[in-house]
């Protein structure tokens, strides 16, 4: 298998080909990239979010998942803002303030998957989203069109000069410039993750929260570490995937996925549909994936939710907003426990070793974007980039949302069945963002401006 990268923005697939290229591994290139993502992709993702990870060892032949999503506050919080989000024609329900933040957990894992499998040195790694804080990014297409359907929360405090600089929204081409994600960079490469929980990022959030009613506490920060654990295995179309549990339900739902080879594009619609309607949440997401020349592979997808409107002064650092994603609120809140997530980065093997790896954004389409994606590749045998490009179809309630191009006499059918279908005209950020390295090429998105690149040496 080739070495190469996928993710939600050119200038992150850059950073981590270019750490690959100066003999970094798989490990390495995902925190390189993840890193630049926090600052080329911060519409959809921040160094104060939280995300899961997981990593294929080639040498031990072993893989193991990592958690470090956001976790409960202790703290007493203010009152959270009530706000609803147009995509298209669904309103997504959303509450932003500072009282929203939870603990995050991005800095803790990329400590820690560096840590535990990198090569390079910290300071290293740091390089590529250095640069980019430093000189900017051109906004993507896809950045953009999410930005002005954000605009009212991205452009609340610091955002109004970062998003907004000449109160105009930023368009696609124009420069993102986050100066203070520059020093925010330059105190974790100095202090490490640590910086984030007991250093200067820290006494930075904390300060945020005293004066604005949040409710992460030192205590809480302190206590945060980023958690490994064993995978779930499940089989699917003649390869072993290996994932995670939670709310996508990756485990249960591949199971009972039809077999679509050789089925019509109707007959594929209609069988799929049925298994694919599910909730979730964490719209504003993105996701890196690599293998590197060695055959060790790593997926790692992270996340704001929406973001709270609050940045640290003088950090350009948006907070995340998870206690205001409705959808995460699985139960009670307990203090210093995770919160639930839809998030499942996942490896596939065949006979011949690792098959592929891939990772969405999306949120509730989170799910169903990983579903149709893997369903394309191991089951139909689409090249990835055809399978990531196929437009894609979303049950949410009693509506089948679908992107311009699915086919229309199945869509056709299920009026006549009586199901409301909410035609899209094209493809849409709305239906998920995958990033997927393969056997045969490596995939981003066009609905997130993805970009995916192999790199010479495997």
Known sequence: MEPGIAAGNPATAAAGAEILGAGGNAADAAVAASLASCVAETVMTGLLGGGFAIYWDAASRTARNLDCFCAVPSGEGAELVELEVPFGEELVHYAIGAASFAVPGVPAGLGALHTEFGRLPWRQVFEPALRLARVGVPMTPAQASCLAMLAPVMTMDAGARIYAPRDTLLQAGELLRQPGIEKALALLASEGAASAYTGSLAQSILSLMRGRGGAVTADDLAAYVARWSDPVDVEYAGSTLLTRGGLAGLPELLPVLPVLRGLSETERVLALLPVLEATGAETHTTNVSVVDTEGNACVITT????????????????????????????????????????????????????????????????????????????????????????????????????????????????????????????????????????????????????????????
Do not use: C, K
């Not at 609120?329 to 203090?335: A, K, N, Q, T």
């Not at 191991?378 to 191009?405: I, K, M, S, Y």
């Not at 995958?434 to 192999?454: E, F, I, N, W, Y």
């Open 303 to 458: 996340s704001l939710g929406l973001g709270s409107g609050d940045f640290l002064p003088g950090l350009d650092l948006h907070l995340n907003s998870m206690l205001g994603e409705v959808d995460l609120i699985v139960g009670d809140l307990v203090p210093g426990e995770r919160m639930s997530s839809m998030m499942a980065p996942t490896l596939a093997f065949d006979d011949g070793g690792l098959a592929l790896a891939l990772g969405a954004a999306g949120g509730t389409r989170l799910r169903t974007a990983l579903a149709l994606v893997l369903a394309g590749v191991l089951d139909e045998g689409l090249a990835p980039q055809a399978a990531v490009d196929r437009p894609r179809f979303h049950v949410t309630g009693t509506v089948v949302n679908a992107e311009g191009g699915v086919d229309e006499a199945a869509l056709d059918q299920l009026e006549a069945d009586g199901r409301a279908v909410r035609r899209w005209p094209g493809l849409h950020h709305y239906f998920g963002g995958v990033s997927v390295v393969t056997r045969g090429g490596a995939a981003g998105d066009p609905r997130r401006s993805g970009s995916a690149a192999l790199l010479p040496g495997g």
